[in-house]
């Protein structure tokens, strides 16, 4: 090999913001396969989503039909129609039919074979991003080798670490103290285990999770606050781009109080109806019990765990399940890389400041970079559905909006073998 392969993308990250922006770049940017370079660890392209989605026992999104990885807003369902699994766009009182987690990971793979986006995928785990010696084009540093890029997307998700709680980080490693996005979790082994499981958070993911283990054993959800009940993420109307330039892009770039007016938008750990309506059909049968109140302690004995509550009320012989979260997007290693190395702006709470109409990450000196951002790193600029399926969507039309203002001309690729 002369050199590093060259690339016109270099998406890092192949979950649902990666897959979806590569898929947008092939069928509406008319980019080839040869262009893009899709950069995930995990054997499958979107691997990292269903297994969270299996985790955690979700059996509906709680985005619409018209949600999802293709272009055509109608596309999952006609794919439902076509397969004959209307049934599985599920009715929602005052609110489009959502699609079942099966329904929505089948068209998905449909779309992915469909336009061969797999073909763009590099299974490998990106360490870094520096500029070539050229300086017009940048280097992704992977554990496969080195990448050459004219731009870098950074689709990483959310944080990588698990947000603990103090009384749990003294706890011998084989206590049964687990968190629903460890890569062991397996709801199947949890559901088996022999005393009182508490699963503690107050969010969807709690309340999924709950569901799916009160199907086999007893189960206590611990929240510290009553149960707030919001059908979606925000306020749909967040979803319209003009919004957003109305009520996040005339606030300074970079300012908390970006960040304070979408936190005011987000419905944070909230529940939506139907799994609050699983919730009560649980409790009603003896399953599960919802209690308000935390943790104080917890010590490790042979048969689990010694619990105390705030209260000062005890339980014995227990597992616990954490559902407390991920840290936040902008503490994610690779994101203090790549400010530090290209020397990027960040602002409030460590978050990129991006250029409004491209996403483009600015430099210090406020010009735009060559590095663009998905996913709740862009929820800054692209507002409190950023990290949902739509703002995916959002984030793509940037970019092809940003190259047709550009007016960009890319030299023919010559066909590249894949290894």
Not at 65 to 84: D, K, N, R, Y
């Amino acid at each position: 090999m002369n050199g590093p392969e060259s690339y016109e993308y270099v998406i890092i990250g192949g979950g649902i913001h990666g897959t979806c922006l590569a898929n947008y770049l092939l069928t509406e940017g008319a980019y080839r396969h040869q262009d893009l370079c899709l950069v995930e660890p995990r054997e499958q392209l979107l691997a990292s989503f269903e297994t969270k989605a299996r985790q955690c026992g979700m059996r509906t999104l709680r985005s619409t039909f018209v949600h999802h990885i293709g272009t055509e807003p109608f596309s999952l369902e006609s794919f439902a129609e076509g397969a004959g699994r209307e049934a599985e766009l599920v009715s929602t009182e005052n609110y489009p039919n959502r699609p079942t987690l099966e329904l929505f990971l089948d068209h998905a793979r449909n779309v992915i074979d469909r336009r061969g986006i797999h073909e763009c995928h590099l299974q490998s785990r990106a360490t870094g991003v520096t500029r070539t010696g050229a300086g017009d084009r940048l280097e992704v540093q992977t554990d496969a080798g080195s990448l050459e890029a004219r731009h870098v997307v950074l689709a990483i998700g959310l944080g990588g670490s698990r947000t603990l709680p103090t009384w749990g980080t003294s706890l011998p490693d084989d206590a049964p103290l687990v968190h629903v996005w460890d890569d062991e979790f397996d709801p199947t082994t949890a559901a088996e285990f022999s005393g009182p499981t508490f699963v503690v958070g107050g969010g969807i993911t709690a309340g999924q999770l709950a569901c799916r283990l009160s199907e086999h054993t007893d189960v206590t959800l611990l929240s510290r606050h009553d149960l707030d009940i919001e059908l979606t993420e925000a306020d749909p109307y967040w979803i319209n781009w003009r919004h957003i330039e109305q009520e996040i892009h005339t606030l300074p770039p970079g300012s908390k109080a970006r960040l304070d007016r979408i936190r005011v938008a987000r419905n944070d750990a909230t529940i939506p109806p139907y799994v609050e309506r699983r919730l009560d059909e649980a409790y009603d049968c003896d399953d599960l019990e919802i209690r308000r109140g935390e943790i104080a302690s917890a010590y490790a004995t042979d048969e689990g765990l010694l619990v105390r509550f705030d209260d000062g009320k005890t339980a014995t012989n227990a597992q616990v399940v954490l559902a407390t979260g991920l840290d936040p997007v902008p503490e994610h290693p690779l994101v203090g890389s790549v400010a530090e190395s290209l020397s990027l702006e960040r602002g409030a709470n460590s978050f990129p400041v991006l250029d409004d109409r491209t996403l483009a990450w600015r430099e210090a000196d406020g010009t735009r970079s060559a590095v663009y951002v998905s996913g709740a790193l862009a929820e800054p600029s692209v507002g409190p559905f950023a990290r949902n399926i739509v703002g995916a969507r959002r984030v793509a039309e940037r970019l092809l909006a940003s190259r047709h203002r550009a007016g960009s001309k890319r030299a023919p690729s010559a066909p590249r073998g894949r290894s």
